[in-house]
């Protein structure tokens, strides 16, 4: 995911974003080790439905990139 060097203030745009990139990539289209750590990650978790996991997988997909980000 690029860097946000315009810095969008609002947190429901860049929710919308993020959520929308992290749906609508296919399984094959993340790095191995996102992969990895999300299934490591996910093996604590219970009982959340389909939809709180596409919020939860972006949330952490989200934090996985920027903790990788140049910026």
């Known amino acids: ?3 946000d060097h315009q810095h969008n203030p609002d947190p429901n745009e860049n929710a919308a974003r993020i959520v929308g990139e992290s749906a609508g990539q296919a399984a094959g289209g993340t790095p ?9 990650w996910l093996s604590h978790i219970q009982k959340v439905d389909e939809r709180g996991m596409t ?7 989200a934090g996985w990139r920027a903790r990788r980000s140049s910026c």
């Open 32 to 40: 191995a080790d996102l992969e990895a750590a999300w299934a490591e």
């Open 1 to 3: 995911m690029p860097c």
């Open 55 to 61: 919020l939860l997988r972006a949330a952490f997909e």
